[in-house]
């Protein structure tokens, strides 16, 4: 069974960089063909999808969040992280990481999923 | 990328069945999927490319497409269906993807 756990700082401030780590257990990053994926929820509000890495190290990033983002893979830890920088209060949310399944990188959907990590966003 | 569009929300009685409906132009030529997400918990693929049940799922979520909408349908819906379900969509041009608003599947 695939699990993913997302871990990373709870609060962070203004300016900085936030940095998340999902460690995947059950599946291989290395040697599996997934979109390893991030997707938040701002507080009260619908998803949002961050963007993805794939195993060979290409990435895909949302384009409202390109400049800021940063995605990389550790095989030896079996983890992928993000880091986001110039933080604003408006990256608060809770961010979930998710395996993305499907044959092309247009065509994939999300299981399993993290139980997703809050990140509050402050001065 | 395109825009969902969902109900906010949605109330059935237990047994009844409830319908969630996502729209959008993307939808007319991608497929959607249907994530049930419950307060503190990991969203949960129920329905994947517009009407396929992933393994575990319970046969009474289904999902169909015409045009521009999809519809979730949960059948005989039980108290543990009470959740937020989201629609999910792909751009054809790109591998962006696009989350609906979310719609809260009220149990009485």
């Known amino acids: 069974q695939v699990q993913l756990i997302e871990s990373g700082p709870g609060l962070v401030k203004t300016s900085q960089t936030l940095s998340l780590t999902c460690s995947v257990s059950g599946d291989s990053i290395k040697t599996s063909t997934y979109y390893w994926t991030w997707i938040r929820q701002h507080p009260g509000k619908g998803l949002e999808w961050i963007g993805y890495?794939?195993?060979?190290?290409?990435?895909y990033y949302n384009p409202s969040l390109k400049s800021r983002l940063a995605m990389s893979v550790d095989t030896s830890k079996n983890q992928f992280s993000l880091n986001l920088s110039s933080l604003t209060a408006a990256d608060t949310a809770v961010y979930y990481c998710a395996r993305g399944v499907g044959p092309t990188m247009e065509l994939h959907w999300f299981d399993p999923w993290g139980q997703g990590t809050l990140v509050s966003v402050s001065s | 990328s395109d825009e969902l569009t969902q109900a906010t929300s949605v109330s059935v009685s237990p047994g009844q069945t409830a319908r969630i409906s996502c729209s959008g132009t993307t939808l007319a030529s991608q497929y959607a999927y249907w994530y049930q997400h419950k307060s503190g918990q990991a969203p949960v693929l129920v329905i994947y490319k517009d009407s396929e049940r992933p393994s575990g799922i319970p046969e009474r979520f289904s999902g169909t497409s015409s045009g521009t909408t999809v519809t979730l349908t949960i059948s005989g819906v039980q108290a543990e269906d009470e959740a937020d379900y989201y629609c999910q969509s792909g751009d054809k041009n790109s591998p962006q993807k696009v989350f609906g608003g979310g719609t809260k599947l009220t149990v009485l």
């Open positions: 890495i794939y195993s060979s190290g290409d990435t």
